[in-house]
């Protein structure tokens, strides 16, 4: 009889095999280290949960075809501790899809004990099962923003990413095209010229410099990340493995006087955009550390500094000309009302860092 259960550890190779059959996306790690990505992600973080396990949906021939993945993260909201499921990816295989097994391993999940489930991640499919079952788009972090700054090289590599044959075959010689193209527009158009710069100093954001700093940032807050050193370690180090979106860079931001005014942390690659993790500020900072941001970004290279939506972020972003979009990927569900209401109100840190996107290889 076909069931729901926790994985088991030992069945990582499974799961594995069943992703890389039905996920047939560009990745870039080679087929052998799957497993190993899971088993790193699921069970080689100091939070690991087992009463917030990852799903199967098990047939009756004993074989493994679909899955939820759970990341289990803690928040600190009012002054306790709760726990988060951040989760994803969610795999059927094709031959199981008309059981609907995506919304019965949505369901159970959400059954579990954790106070908070995010997602954001989420296809079509998983937003339109997720909400049938009461979830929520979390505006507005359903919005994206890019601040670009080198426009053909920007818009460029996005045509490359949507091709059908490998990107990397042609960069190079596209490179060659947009970066004189680039410079023109730099000259002619003041909002493309570099960042000016910033009142601000910056030094790497070590995991002891986060913890010791993040009641400054969150003071004024009612959800956030509960943060310890391990944690923090195993975070970094995992983002090392990411061999999609660049090198991870994190900063913490001082003003002129020495005080600490927030962090940021994104992924950096030349000549492509950037992608922002979190950014974390004081009240009325975050303007400062996204000009901190910016300035690091464009001088490493980048086309762009792209990342979702937060609500402390929205105004800063917009003075500072970035563009917006829709992307209906940040999903939430939680049985608490007040919960649900911090979340809209935007007196929480809650950002890309605590996902399960960034960790895709």
């Not at 596209?174 to 100093?201: G, I, K, N, Q």
């Amino acid at each position: 009889m076909s069931e729901i259960r926790p994985l088991r550890r030992e069945e990582i190779p499974q799961l594995a095999a069943l992703y890389r059959f039905v996920d047939r996306s560009d990745w870039r790690i080679p087929p052998e280290e799957v497993p190993l990505w899971f088993e790193r992600t699921l069970y080689g973080h100091p939070w690991v949960d087992p009463e917030i396990p990852t799903l199967v949906y098990e047939d009756d021939d004993g074989e493994i075809l679909g899955f939820i993945a759970s990341h289990v993260r803690r928040m600190r909201f009012d002054g306790r501790t709760i726990r988060m499921g951040a989760a994803g990816p969610l795999i059927a295989h094709p031959k199981v899809r008309n059981r609907g097994v995506g919304a019965l391993l949505w369901r159970r999940y959400l059954a579990g004990p954790q106070e908070l489930t995010v997602t954001d991640g989420a296809s079509d499919e998983m937003r339109q099962i997720f909400e049938l079952i009461g979830g929520h788009m979390l505006h507005p972090s359903c919005m994206a923003w890019a601040r670009i700054y080198k426009p053909f090289g920007f818009l460029g590599d996005r045509a490359l990413h949507g091709r059908l044959w490998p990107r990397e075959h042609l960069k190079v010689p596209a490179r060659r095209v947009w970066s004189p193209l680039d410079s023109a527009a730099t000259r002619t158009a003041s909002y493309f010229r570099m960042p000016s710069s910033p009142e601000t100093t910056s030094e790497p954001l070590t995991p002891a410099l986060l913890v010791e700093h993040l009641p400054v940032v969150t003071r004024s807050l009612r959800l956030f990340p509960d943060y310890d050193e391990p944690f923090v370690e195993w975070l970094f180090a995992e983002q090392h493995h990411n061999r999609t979106w660049g090198t991870p860079v994190r900063r913490l931001v001082r003003g002129r006087d020495g005080q600490v005014l927030g962090w940021y942390i994104y992924f950096l690659a030349p000549a492509e955009p950037g992608h922002v993790l979190q950014v974390a500020a004081q009240p009325r900072q975050a303007g400062a550390v996204l000009d901190d941001l910016f300035a690091d970004a464009v001088t490493g290279g980048a086309t762009a500094i792209q990342g979702r939506v937060e609500p402390q972020l929205l105004a800063p972003l917009a003075h500072r000309g970035a563009v917006f979009r829709y992307s209906p990927r940040s999903l939430v569900y939680t049985p608490h009302d007040d919960l649900l209401g911090v979340l809209m109100s935007g007196r929480a840190l809650l950002t890309r860092l605590e996902g399960e996107w960034w960790m895709a290889t």
